[in-house]
């Protein structure tokens, strides 16, 4: 039995998956990786995350599932932090519905609680040794009936292990300075020249960030002139 849910077993679940996979009214996401749904029964609702692709990208979207589990099991207990029951059948992730929207849906105001919040959730989460990576997208934070700030999808998330990983470290260091940017990015709306003095700590721009952006600026100035102009 998942732990902390009674009134449905892994295996009716399971079946209920099985059901519902192509059915889009419970879709809550839908990607080549996998299906976010939502189950919603007998006063229930569940997040239901289920690994797809063939036999050969299957198995590597289980297994980022299952690192996701393993995130889920090390935050457990913090506020911010949806409940996690658990892998349904080694196969399906299953997680407590968040009652509420996306920040992409309705962002809160830039002098908002939810910010403190968020920020020092961010804080505990690397003191559990958990490094978010993708809080860049505003559909990975959601705001609560409480107006309080839930993070999720930790599917790329970083895992510090102990010893001498450099490798880890530094991923683990890139993925803290991206959760801090992403943060402080979300806090101002992108209109970065407003950042306040006690939020300059936070926000530092990595190497790649400012590679990609200028690649991007390339792509835009460039080639997509190019482009306008022979059309
Ligand atoms: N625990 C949850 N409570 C409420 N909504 C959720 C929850 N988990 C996911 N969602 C919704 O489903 C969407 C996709 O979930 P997510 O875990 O981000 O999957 P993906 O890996 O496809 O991005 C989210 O953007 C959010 O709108
Ligand atoms: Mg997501």
Not at 123 to 146: S, T
Not at 165 to 186: E, I, M, S, V
Request: a positive charge; glycine letters at 4%; aromatic letters at 12%.
């Amino acid at each position: 039995m998942l732990q902390g849910l009674d009134f449905i077993s892994e295996s009716e679940l399971a079946d209920w998956v099985n059901k519902h996979l192509d059915s889009e009214a419970v879709a809550l996401s839908s990607g080549y990786q996998g299906k976010t749904l939502l189950y919603s029964e007998n006063n229930h609702k569940l997040v239901i995350k289920v690994p797809l692709g063939n036999f050969i990208f299957r198995p590597v979207n289980l297994a980022l599932l299952r690192h996701e589990y393993q995130i889920y099991q090390q935050l457990q207990g913090m506020q911010a932090v949806p409940v996690c029951y658990g892998m349904a059948n080694k196969q399906f992730l299953v997680i407590e519905f968040i009652e509420g929207h996306t920040i992409r849906e309705k962002r809160p105001e830039t002098d908002s609680e939810y910010y403190i919040k968020l920020l020092s959730a961010i804080k505990e989460m690397h003191d559990r040794k958990v490094a978010h990576f993708d809080l860049k997208r505003m559909e990975n934070l959601l705001v609560d009936k409480n107006n309080d700030p839930k993070i999720i999808d930790f599917g790329v998330s970083v895992l510090r292990k102990g010893g001498l990983h450099w490798l880890n470290q530094y991923l683990f260091k890139l993925a803290q300075q991206f959760d801090f940017n992403a943060w402080a990015r979300h806090k101002y709306n992108k209109n970065m020249e407003n950042l306040a003095q006690e939020d300059r700590q936070y926000y530092k721009k990595t190497a790649i960030e400012v590679a990609s952006k200028r690649i991007k600026r390339f792509y835009k100035d460039k080639i997509l002139k190019k482009l306008r102009n022979r059309a």
